[in-house]
Nanobody, 127 residues
């Protein structure tokens, strides 16, 4: 079991920045591929960004590409999402997710591919 706790959400103005953190406990984070998803009010959960087990591959949704950066610090058992040039449409609850390194395939943008989820952190961007 791995427990994930997100932090760093809050209120930002359009054009501003926030950095989200996802702290893992219970297992070594290096054994997990990680991702950030988000759910805006009245919308389905959507993929935001993902990073592979060794951090050598990153993936982004078109809506955040060039503005958001996912990174990991396995020594701190933490994954980050740096969000720049924020837009009001980035307003959502942001969740981090972990996929164990095992024999099953990893579909980085598919929520069902992940084994563990955090509770989420609210990000609100005002215009």
């Amino acid at each position: 079991q791995v427990q994930l706790v997100e932090s760093g959400g809050g209120l930002a103005q359009a054009g501003g920045s926030l950095r989200l953190s996802c702290a893992a406990s219970g297992r070594t984070l290096s054994n997990y591929a990680m991702a950030w998803f988000r759910r805006a009010p009245g919308k389905e959960r959507e993929f935001g960004a993902a990073i592979s087990w060794y951090g050598d591959s990153t993936y982004y949704a078109d809506s955040v590409k060039g503005r958001f950066t996912i990174s990991r610090d396995d020594a701190k058992n933490t994954v980050y999402l740096q969000m720049n040039s924020l837009k009001p449409e980035d307003t959502a609850v942001y969740f981090c997710a972990a996929k164990a390194l095992d024999s099953s395939s990893w579909y980085h943008a598919a929520p069902w591919s992940y084994d563990y989820w955090g509770q989420g952190t609210q990000v609100t961007v005002s215009s």
